[in-house]
């Protein structure tokens, strides 16, 4: 059923926006740090494993499928929120952190299509 795909989608959720709460503690940034990536992220390698084990059953991937068509919405929707100007009065450091975080995003598609490709 597309229930479980939301489940699925709800607990990736948790730990990815946990995850980013706890990656902005450590930057010492007082807020969430990618959690609604990190949650995209865990969504699309369950996804993978599901499917190399079997498991992945037409209404879950239904409802993976539909949330994973949702990302993009999702993350502009949440961008629109943030305040640019304020962070690129914080210095050098957000252009290193944004040209670090493309590049890092840049390896995974490479990845993440190698990995598509075995399945």
């Not at 969430?32 to 084990?53: D, E, P, S, T, Y």
């Amino acid at each position: 059923m597309a229930v479980y795909g939301t489940s699925l989608l709800a607990l990736c959720t948790l730990v990815g926006v946990a995850l980013g709460e706890v990656l902005g503690q450590l930057l010492h940034v007082k807020a969430n740090v990618g959690g609604v990536g990190i949650a995209m992220l865990l969504l699309v390698i369950c996804k993978v494993r599901l499917q190399r084990q079997g498991k992945l059953t037409p209404g879950l991937r239904l409802g993976v499928e539909f949330w994973a068509a949702m990302y993009i919405p999702i993350v502009v929707a949440m961008a629109s929120q943030q305040n640019v100007l304020a962070a690129m009065r914080g210095g050098p450091m957000v252009l290193l952190t944004g040209a670090v975080v493309v590049a890092i995003c840049f390896g995974l598609v490479g990845v993440l299509g190698r990995v598509a490709n075995r399945a």
